[in-house]
């Protein structure tokens, strides 16, 4: 956390960054020296969990040591599928599937200083380069490079064409060069503070956020531990809001710790896959933030750009509002 709070001090300013620092940690002040003691058992607890070589079992271990409820099991079906969330048990309507304490997520506004993505960027890199950073079970847990797809961060410039939507192309070539810039002005400071830091890994922590981030009014978008291994679906019933914690016991409503608390929209049975609602989109959109494309319904539906309803948000550049010309190529030509 040392390296995080620096940097924030350094790109964000030195007023701002001492509030942040001061509210906006794992735990209120008042609260640290529980968490530090509670950290050395959970280190414990940990510790065998990692001597199985099971990142996503120590997951599991640290939340419900800090607190967390989990009803739901990791499944990991392998290099080319990855990661799925099954139900654990039973499940009714209205049944809680987790709880976990939002001290325990990476947020934008509690770790980022809530300004641009790009210094949470850093400041999510930072913690995930400091191995005494008391998140590294959640970190492990994360796609490592070779696995996370996000074109709009992640898109070589080259390919641009291939997207056949000025539209689209000039999307991507905003949020890239938000990144390159920020990365050209801040590059001493970060390699200063982060040792080793390159663009990549800045590409790569930008990505992780694009593709995990979950907003919430008045609350502001966070990274939620295993939450974020669930798969979308554009159906899910199983909603997610935020709420004091199930376990919070404090008299006092400042203090009551608040977590994200998903429950089930529909009867589950054990071992069936628990979906998640990431947002409204179409294929489309899908595919430009997340890296997949929708089965189902959605699958037969025109994508957005494609759509006579289609609104382009103002400001970015003239060529929002531009439909994709027609494709002239061949289907081989899509594949990168």
């Known amino acids: 956390m040392a390296t995080a709070a620096v940097l924030l001090l350094l790109l964000v300013g030195v007023a701002d960054a001492l509030d942040t620092i001061a509210g906006g940690s ?55 599928a990855g990661r799925l969330l099954l139900a654990s048990q039973d499940t009714q309507q209205g049944d809680l599937l987790a709880s976990i304490p939002l001290d325990m997520a990476f947020s934008q506004v509690a770790h980022g200083g809530n300004a641009s993505m790009e210094v949470a960027a850093a400041a999510l890199w930072a913690m995930m380069s400091d191995p005494a950073n008391p998140m590294q079970p959640y970190f492990a847990s994360l796609p490592k490079r070779h696995e996370l797809l996000c074109p709009l961060v992640q898109l070589p410039q ?46 790569y922590a930008r990505s992780l956020m694009v593709t995990r981030f979950i907003g919430f009014p008045n609350q502001g978008r966070f990274m939620i531990p295993l939450i974020d291994l669930a798969n979308h679906q554009q159906d ?24 994200a608390l998903w ?10 896959e628990v979906c998640f609602f990431y947002k409204s989109m179409f294929n489309d959109k899908s595919m430009l933030q997340y890296g997949f494309l ?9 994508h957005g750009l494609d759509r006579h ?28």
């Not at 949020?175 to 990365?183: A, L, M, P």
């Not at 429950?263 to 069936?272: D, I």
Request: charged share 15%; hydrophobic share 40%.
């Open 26 to 80: 794992c735990h209120a002040a008042d609260d640290m020296q529980e968490v530090a003691a509670a950290a050395a058992a959970a280190a414990a607890a940990a510790a065998a969990a990692a001597a199985a070589n099971d990142p996503w079992q120590e997951l599991v271990s640290w939340l419900t040591h800090h607190g967390a409820q989990v009803n739901v099991a990791v499944h990991n079906t392998g290099s080319t």
């Open 309 to 336: 309803d289609f609104k382009s948000n103002p400001g970015m550049s003239e060529a929002q509002s531009q439909l994709p010309p027609p494709f002239k190529g061949v289907s081989s030509n899509m594949l990168f």
């Open 158 to 203: 080259e390919y641009l064409p291939l997207l056949q939507s000025e539209y689209v192309a000039a999307t991507v070539q905003v949020v890239q060069g938000r990144i390159s810039s920020f990365w050209d002005s801040h590059k001493s400071v970060l390699q200063q503070q982060i040792p080793g830091m390159t663009l990549e890994d800045l590409k």
């Open 294 to 302: 929708q089965s189902g319904a959605i699958a037969d539906q025109l």
């Open 236 to 259: 899910c019933p199983h909603r997610l809001s935020v709420g004091p914690c199930p376990s919070s016991s404090s008299s006092s409503s400042s203090s009551i710790r608040q977590c």
């Open 263 to 272: 429950r089930a929209g529909a009867a589950l049975s054990e071992g069936e």
